[in-house]
């Protein structure tokens, strides 16, 4: 079993950034593809970006392409999100995701934390 508890989350004023944390115990997320994910209200949970197991891939949603990057650290069995330019539109709450396997852009990740809130607002 992973547990992730997601961190970092609160309110920033558009154009502003902000830097998710995920951090997983229970096992090491070494061999794991991690996902960040957001579900605004009303909305599906939507993909984000995600890393490989190696750290080598990545991928993003259009809507954060070249403003949002995910990293992560094997030593401290973390993910990351950096948010930079952030929009009005990226309220919502942020969810990290382990799956075994390839890294992917849809919603079967085997794990999942509880998520952390991020408003946009001046």
């Known amino acids: 079993q992973v547990q992730l508890v997601e961190s970092g989350g609160g309110l920033v004023q558009p154009g502003g950034s902000l830097r998710l944390s995920c951090a997983a115990s229970g096992r090491t997320i070494r061999t794991y593809a991690m996902g960040w994910f957001r579900q605004a209200p009303g909305k599906d949970r939507e993909f984000v970006a995600g890393?490989?197991?190696?750290?080598?891939?990545?991928l993003y949603a259009d809507s954060v392409k070249g403003r949002f990057t995910i990293s992560r650290d094997m030593a401290k069995n973390t993910v990351s999100l950096q948010m930079n330019s952030v929009k009005p539109e990226d309220m919502a709450v942020y969810y990290c995701?382990?799956?075994?396997?390839?890294?992917?852009?849809?919603?079967?990740?085997?794990?999942w934390g509880q998520g952390t809130q991020v408003t946009v607002s001046s």
């Open positions: 995701a382990a799956k075994v396997g390839l890294l992917i852009a849809t919603r079967e990740y085997d794990y």
């Open positions: 890393i490989s197991w190696s750290g080598a891939g990545t």
